[in-house]
C-alpha cells in the first residue's frame, strides 16, 4: 500500500509539473509527410532547424511519407494535441489529396492550424540532358505523334504534379501515362534513370540535377521565370495558359491544440521564417520563402482547396468507386 501511494504520488507531481511548465519544455516532433528528398524534407529540415534555435528546444524532423501526404497527416491528427507533434506537409498533402483520394478523411481549414508558410516553389517539367525533347514543343509533338506512349512521373497520385501534368496535357492536348512515386526524390530518380520520358513536381525536386547538368527543365507554372533558373520559360510564355497548382510547403498543428501554445509556436516561426539563415537555406535548394501570416496562409488553403475540388472534377481525377 504505501508503495502503491508513493507511485500515485509520484505521477500526480509528474502532471502538475508537466501541465504547468512552460511550453516548449521537451522536445517538439515534425512529422514530414513525404520521404527525404522532395521539398517538404527539404523546406522541413531547414525549418526545424531554426525552430530549434528560437524555442531553446530540438525540433526533431521525422520523416513519414506515403499516399501522397496522407500518411504522415493521418499520424498527426491521433497525436495529443498539445504542441509537441506537429506536421510539415504540402499542398499535395493537405489539399490536393483530399480532393481525389478515399484515404484522406480530413480537410486542411478544419482539422489543422497554419504556423507558418515555410516554402513556396513553382513546379517544372523536367526531361534528362540527353533527352530528345530539347524543348516543350519538342515533347507535345513527340506526344502527338504516340498518343499515350510518353509517360510522366509525379511524386504520388493526388499530388501536385500529377495535378499539373495532367493540367498540361489538357492545355496542349495530347495523351500521356501518369505514373506516380512516392515523392520528389523518385521522382527525380526516375527522370535520370530513363524510367520515364520527364517528370512534373516542385523544381526543388531537380533543381541540384539540373545545376550539375543532368536534367534539363522544359517549362515552369507560375505567372513569371524562377530566379534561380532564369532561361528557363513559363507554360504562359509557351501558350499554355491554365490554372496550374505550383506547390507550397508549411507547417501545422492539429486542431484542438490550446491557442496559447500555437501563438508561441507562430511567434517562433516568425522569428525562424524571417531570418536572413533561413532565407538564404532556403534559396540555396531553389525555393523561396516569404513571411505569410497565418491567417492569410489559411486564405490560401481555402482557395486551393476550392480549386482543387474543381480540377479534380473536370479531369476526373478521383480514385473510381470501390
Known amino acids: 500500500m504505501r508503495r502503491l ?43 526545424a532547424d531554426e525552430m530549434s534555435r528560437v524555442l531553446g528546444v530540438p525540433v526533431v524532423p521525422v520523416n513519414r511519407g506515403g499516399a501522397s ?22 499542398i499535395t498533402g493537405m489539399v490536393l489529396s483530399p480532393a481525389v483520394l478515399k484515404d ?12 507558418a508558410l515555410m516554402s513556396i516553389v513553382p513546379n517544372n517539367l523536367a526531361v534528362r540532358s540527353d533527352s530528345p525533347y530539347r524543348s516543350l514543343q519538342d515533347l507535345i509533338a513527340a506526344a502527338r505523334q504516340k ?34 512515386f512516392r515523392g520528389g526524390g523518385e521522382l527525380a530518380t526516375a527522370v535520370l534513370g530513363g524510367h520515364v520520358d520527364f517528370g512534373v513536381g516542385a523544381i526543388t525536386n531537380v533543381y541540384a540535377l539540373e545545376k550539375a547538368g543532368k536534367l534539363k527543365s522544359l517549362a515552369i507554372t507560375g505567372n513569371m521565370r524562377f ?65 505569410v501570416p497565418p491567417e492569410d496562409f489559411l486564405s490560401m488553403i481555402r482557395r486551393d482547396k476550392k480549386m482543387a475540388a474543381e480540377v479534380a472534377a473536370r479531369l476526373s481525377l478521383g480514385e473510381p468507386s470501390r
Not at 11 to 38: M, Q, Y
Not at 69 to 90: E, F, M, P, W
Request: proline share 9%.
Open 5 to 47: 501511494i508513493t507511485i500515485v504520488t509520484v505521477l500526480l507531481f509528474t502532471a502538475c509539473v508537466s501541465k504547468d511548465a512552460k511550453f516548449p519544455s521537451r522536445p517538439i516532433e515534425l512529422i514530414i509527410a513525404f520521404p527525404p528528398g522532395g521539398v517538404t524534407d527539404l523546406a522541413g529540415r531547414v525549418f
Open 69 to 90: 501526404g496522407v500518411v504522415g497527416t493521418s499520424a498527426v491528427l491521433q497525436s495529443n494535441r498539445d504542441g509537441y507533434v506537429l506536421l510539415g506537409n504540402t
Open 104 to 115: 484522406a478523411k480530413y480537410e486542411a481549414d478544419k482539422d489543422f492550424v497554419p504556423i
Open 147 to 180: 498518343p499515350g506512349k510518353l509517360s510522366y512521373a509525379s511524386p504520388g497520385s493526388g499530388s501536385n504534379g500529377h495535378f499539373d501534368g495532367e493540367i498540361f496535357a489538357s492545355a496542349a492536348d495530347i495523351k500521356i501515362k501518369h505514373v506516380p
Open 227 to 291: 530566379p534561380g533558373l532564369p532561361d528557363v520559360p513559363t507554360f504562359e510564355e509557351l501558350g499554355l495558359k491554365a490554372n496550374y497548382v505550383g506547390n507550397w510547403s508549411g507547417c501545422f498543428a492539429p486542431a484542438g491544440t490550446p491557442k496559447e501554445i500555437v501563438q508561441i509556436l507562430i511567434e517562433a516561426a516568425k522569428k525562424a521564417v524571417d531570418s536572413p539563415r533561413y532565407r538564404e537555406r532556403i534559396e540555396k535548394v531553389g525555393a523561396l520563402a516569404p513571411f
